[in-house]
């Protein structure tokens, strides 16, 4: 019989340089505000919302799953209406890359009963890439708490980003919803365009030499 597979072992000499190992993340790296704009659904059918935006991406320390090593950035985003000052959207997680295989993860966590896992691949120098989450998946999946499952069933989460040759990020967001009483699926999109205001600080383990 062939040897089970050595799940327990972790990575020897493992880099604590997180900024040297994100592969396509490397761009995201550091403090960014911009303007887009929300598709979004209302009682009458369909609004587009202005917004603006700040986003801060945190190098972490490398994360060994046994011999799976993970590099990856924090990220919390803060949406605002033009016009208001209350929170539009909020939003935390990680973005993770997988250097041996080129998987990509981002882990979503929202204020208002809602987590997703989405995943893809991508090159190392890679200047865009997806990332997606499928209602029922068991590995790149969608929960969501009764009331949004209930009434806003959000059945697919698909994100791109790009890393523009001007310095600029810009991605679209695609949240499919299946609208309560509504027969067809409503495409949720967000499009916004964002400028680096800060560089990224250096992960807890590498120090701040």
Do not use: C
């Amino acid at each position: 019989m062939p040897a089970e597979p050595d799940i327990f072992t972790e990575p020897e000499d493992i880099d604590l340089e997180t900024l040297n190992h994100l592969g396509p993340l490397a761009a995201l790296a550091g403090t960014w505000e911009g303007e887009g704009i929300d598709t979004h659904p209302v009682a009458e059918g369909t609004e587009d919302e202005p917004y603006r935006e700040r986003i801060v991406f945190e190098p972490i320390d490398p994360q060994p799953n046994g011999p799976q090593l993970l590099y990856g950035l924090r990220y919390h985003q803060h949406v605002n209406k033009l016009d208001e000052p209350i929170t539009f959207h909020d939003q935390v997680g990680y973005w993770l890359w997988e250097p041996a295989t080129g998987a990509l993860m981002q882990t979503i966590a929202i204020p208002r009963g809602q987590v997703a896992l989405a995943s893809g691949q991508a090159e190392r120098d890679a200047r865009q890439f997806s990332v997606e989450a499928v209602l029922g998946s068991e590995t790149s999946g969608i929960v969501s708490a009764p009331f949004l499952s209930t009434n806003f069933t959000t059945t697919s989460y698909r994100i791109t980003i790009t890393a523009n040759d001007d310095g600029t990020l810009t991605y679209e967001q695609d949240t499919v919803l299946q609208v309560r009483g509504r027969p067809e699926a409503f495409h949720h999109i967000d499009r916004s365009r964002l400028h680096r205001v800060a560089p990224p600080a250096r992960n807890p383990a590498a120090g701040t030499g």
